[in-house]
């Protein structure tokens, strides 16, 4: 683990371990949503070096998935249709910026309880530093591009919350839940905003 990860974990709420079947039943759910949402964005007309590194994303996601499925002993249930996602490069791109980030902020805390699985807190953060150098261009480049990345941003941002409170519906969670989504609401907001996807 590196001395950035362990700084970040330093400063991560720690849970109970009466909440690890909690996180990792939410791993599960949404490792499988994100190796669905990868797939479908292959589907997409996009430059070979993004398509080549969603390839290895999605081996990455199916790797992390079948992790979790041995651990809880049981498997995702499978879905019929895969979830739509954005044509356009600068909207998908925040979306799966979005997500992995998210995701980033719940490895920490798994990995703060479970520090075995520092794999997975690495390959998040891979993911999430790749999509910020895609942004990152995307921001410095057309204006048209940047201006749909900062419009897709601000949409995808207030479903937040919602999509927060999803992940932590858990009882046990529940006396935790004020000060996990102040913590990762801002920890998200202030990288959105220095990417210069949110105005400060």
């Not at 499978?78 to 044509?87: A, D, F």
Request: negative net charge.
């Amino acid at each position: 683990m590196t001395s950035a990860m362990s700084h970040h974990l330093a400063k991560a709420l720690r849970l109970p371990p009466e909440c690890e079947p909690a996180l990792l039943e939410r791993f599960l759910k949404a490792e499988a949503m994100a190796l669905w949402t990868v797939r479908s964005a292959q589907l997409q007309d996009l430059p070979p070096n993004i398509q080549a590194f969603l390839r290895k994303h999605e081996e990455d996601e199916q790797n992390h998935l079948a992790q979790f499925e041995a651990m809880i002993g049981h498997q995702s249930h499978e879905r019929e249709r895969l979830p739509s996602v954005p044509r356009q490069w600068p909207v998908l791109a925040v979306q799966l910026y979005g997500y992995e980030s998210l995701g980033l902020e719940f490895a920490k805390l798994l990995v703060a309880m479970r520090p075995d699985l520092a794999d997975i807190l690495e390959d998040e953060a891979t993911h999430v530093k790749f999509f910020e150098r895609e942004i990152r261009q995307i921001i410095a480049g057309e204006a048209a591009a940047a201006d749909q990345a900062r419009v897709s941003a601000r949409a995808w941002w207030r479903k937040v919350p919602l999509t927060l409170g999803r992940y932590m519906e858990a009882p046990v969670l529940n006396p935790f839940r004020p000060e996990l989504a102040l913590r990762i609401l801002g920890t998200m907001e202030q990288r959105f905003t220095e990417m210069g996807l949110l105005r400060k």
